[in-house]
């Protein structure tokens, strides 16, 4: 499947990948319609990042997820769906597990329905690495139990198997693309990466929570470009494919290595707010992502010393719309 002259939807695109996914679908020749939160100040997210000439080309439609006849409105006359919208940050799941549940697993449904009943010819629905929770073993391929050790992880188990069950009961035309810890320019203080460069950058400590957890980071354009490639296969409906460097790293390793590149020497240390609950901390992720690349011909690109050089570039440069001293939850 060609993306050039295709219809497009992208729920989520106000978000960090979401914007990432934006540039690629336009660089490729799509018609692209950005699914966003409706809000009174009529904000559109990163999208405002993106170049004006980029903008001008996007097709704007404000709702909610949890709204079925809204997303009916934006699914209605595309040939293919991006759905990536979701409340995604762990700490807030912790406070507001309802508003989590509702827009992941509600709002996954309001969007497959809307795929059937309009007829469009290809779903990307959006996991998380977080439903494996932490490592069985390693490294964690798509056969890897699922476990509900947040309420955010909860919701996006129940929303895959939601379109598990689509794609079993209705033949719902769609891929799973896994994304295992996406980082990069954009990326909000919810996350580890800019969490720890903008202490790196501003203060004189770093503040984390456990450092000896691992991750498995990929660069943006990498995940993004995951996503590309799932919707332009051959093969592969009903399909989860991991997305995921195939390399791990401690928080406390990754935490060095920033300081290495910002060259600078200051403490790391933990702040117990920003521990999770005992029971619900995921201590390692680490990818086998070879499905993607057999199946879809996905590999990343981009290696960690590069991806972390370009994003701590980018926030050097945007330093204004962080706020290093504020824990982001």
């Not at 977080?130 to 919701?155: F, I, K």
């Not at 920033?258 to 060259?263: D, T």
């Not at 993607?292 to 991806?307: D, H, I, Q, Y």
């Amino acid at each position: 499947m060609k993306l050039n002259g295709k219809t497009v939807l992208v729920t989520g695109a106000a978000g960090f990948i979401g914007s990432h996914l934006l540039e690629q679908l336009l660089a490729g020749g799509a018609n692209v319609r950005a699914f966003v939160r409706y809000n009174s100040r009529n904000h559109r997210g990163f999208i405002e990042q993106l170049p004006a000439a980029d903008q001008k080309e996007i097709e704007i439609m404000m709702g909610d997820l949890r709204d079925p006849d809204a997303v009916r409105q934006a699914v209605k006359g595309t040939d293919i769906v991006f759905h990536l919208g979701a409340l995604i940050a762990i700490p807030y799941s912790y406070l507001n597990p309802t508003e989590v549940v509702e827009t992941n697993v509600l709002g996954t449904l309001n969007v497959a329905r809307a795929v059937l009943d309009f007829g469009v010819s290809r779903m990307i629905h959006t996991s998380t690495s977080e439903v494996y929770g932490t490592a069985r073993y390693v490294p964690m391929d798509e056969q890897h139990p699922l476990q509900g050790q947040s309420p955010y992880s909860a919701s996006k188990i129940s929303a895959d198997k939601v379109i598990e069950s689509f794609y079993c009961s209705y033949d719902l035309p769609v891929i799973t693309v896994r994304p295992f810890n996406a980082y990069g320019p954009r990326q909000s203080m919810r996350a580890v990466i800019p969490t720890i460069i903008t202490q790196a950058l501003f203060r004189s400590k770093i503040e984390l929570g456990n450092l000896s957890a691992t991750r498995d980071f990929t660069y943006v354009e990498d995940t993004a470009r995951a996503f590309i490639c799932a919707a332009t296969a051959e093969k592969g409906l009903g399909q989860v494919f991991n997305a995921g460097s195939g390399f791990e790293i401690s928080i406390g390793d990754l935490a060095k290595k920033i300081l290495q590149i910002v060259g600078r020497e200051i403490p790391v240390c933990v702040a117990n707010e920003r521990l999770r609950p005992k029971k619900s901390e995921v201590d390692r992720l680490f990818s086998d992502s070879r499905k993607a690349a057999r199946w879809l011909g996905w590999k990343p690109t981009v290696s960690l010393e590069e991806g972390l050089e370009r994003t701590i570039d980018w926030i050097r440069q945007n330093q204004g719309i962080y706020r290093p001293d504020e824990y982001v939850r």
